[in-house]
């Protein structure tokens, strides 16, 4: 039989505190979304901001019944950020998903396992932003078939947005909204652009437009808002970070 073998650890104290300046978002997304942790970390760079995401099961195709099937999630999804108490606030990541479920119904929902805690929403997100802006005509671009584009029109239209120039990619799933590349969305968001508008509206969470933001601003002469900087920009002011974050649009410059 083997003889035991003696262990021995020296007891060390640490040397310096936590951070106490850490903030954790917790993110809520689409069980098929493979994009948006991505994009929000090429926004930003401040290692003070920790992003941690679960994710809810999503059911292609995303018709306007199966994201409505979001919210009975939201709960559930919430109560797996332990321990309670330590993320106050939380980004439901899906823009068609929020223009269908109201902020107050998903607010209800997360509060229920996470009392006290914030929401906020690609949809929340961009009509705040909106508001801060003083937009109340936009283009709006997205990669949606008519049903979900049109009720995304309507929540815009409920909060008194104006759509005067539309565009979608009409993708029937979600892994080709993912599959556009930065420089189909630029192309195509320069091609119906309208002096009507005052600020172009990119919504969906799978569109890589985190490197194309400050370019298209400077082509198109407007604001550009997009549902992961919206989101970001959201989540932050209600984190209360102040700093400005310079490369992705004048609205995080805010």
């Given at each position: 039989m083997p003889s035991e073998t003696a262990f021995y650890t020296t007891h060390v104290e640490p040397s310096y505190p936590a951070v106490a300046t850490e903030t954790v978002i917790g993110l809520i997304t689409p069980s098929n979304d493979v994009l948006t942790e991505l994009e929000l970390r090429r926004m930003m760079h401040d290692d003070?901001?920790?992003?941690?995401?679960?994710?809810?099961?999503?059911?292609?195709?995303?018709?306007v019944e199966n994201l409505?099937?979001?919210?009975?999630?939201?709960?559930?999804?919430?109560?797996l950020f332990d321990p309670p108490g330590v993320v106050k606030v939380f980004a439901y990541a899906c823009t068609s998903g929020s223009a269908i479920i109201s902020q107050k119904r998903l607010?209800?929902?997360?509060?229920?396992?996470?009392?006290?805690?914030?929401?906020?929403?690609?949809m929340t997100g961009a009509l705040r932003a909106f508001d801060r802006l003083g937009v109340k005509r936009i283009a709006m671009l997205t990669p949606y078939?008519?049903?979900?584009?049109a009720v995304v029109t309507e929540a815009l239209s409920r909060s008194g947005i104006s759509v005067c120039a539309s565009a979608s990619f009409h993708c029937k799933n979600d892994s080709d909204?993912?599959?556009l590349s930065p420089e189909s969305i630029f192309e195509a968001s320069c091609s119906f652009n309208t002096?009507?508008?005052?600020?172009l509206f990119i919504p969906c969470t799978l569109l890589r437009t985190s490197s194309i933001i400050d370019r298209l601003e400077a082509r198109l002469g407007k604001p550009v808002i997009t549902a992961n900087q919206a989101m970001l920009w959201d989540?932050?002011?209600?984190?209360q970070y102040g700093k400005p974050i310079v490369g992705h649009g004048q609205l995080l410059k805010l």
């Amino acid at each position: 039989m083997p003889s035991e073998t003696a262990f021995y650890t020296t007891h060390v104290e640490p040397s310096y505190p936590a951070v106490a300046t850490e903030t954790v978002i917790g993110l809520i997304t689409p069980s098929n979304d493979v994009l948006t942790e991505l994009e929000l970390r090429r926004m930003m760079h401040d290692d003070i901001i920790s992003f941690c995401a679960a994710r809810m099961k999503h059911h292609e195709p995303s018709t306007v019944e199966n994201l409505c099937r979001h919210v009975d999630e939201i709960a559930k999804i919430g109560e797996l950020f332990d321990p309670p108490g330590v993320v106050k606030v939380f980004a439901y990541a899906c823009t068609s998903g929020s223009a269908i479920i109201s902020q107050k119904r998903l607010e209800e929902e997360l509060q229920t396992t996470r009392p006290g805690a914030s929401l906020t929403s690609p949809m929340t997100g961009a009509l705040r932003a909106f508001d801060r802006l003083g937009v109340k005509r936009i283009a709006m671009l997205t990669p949606y078939i008519d049903q979900v584009g049109a009720v995304v029109t309507e929540a815009l239209s409920r909060s008194g947005i104006s759509v005067c120039a539309s565009a979608s990619f009409h993708c029937k799933n979600d892994s080709d909204i993912a599959g556009l590349s930065p420089e189909s969305i630029f192309e195509a968001s320069c091609s119906f652009n309208t002096s009507e508008a005052e600020a172009l509206f990119i919504p969906c969470t799978l569109l890589r437009t985190s490197s194309i933001i400050d370019r298209l601003e400077a082509r198109l002469g407007k604001p550009v808002i997009t549902a992961n900087q919206a989101m970001l920009w959201d989540a932050l002011r209600l984190a209360q970070y102040g700093k400005p974050i310079v490369g992705h649009g004048q609205l995080l410059k805010l």
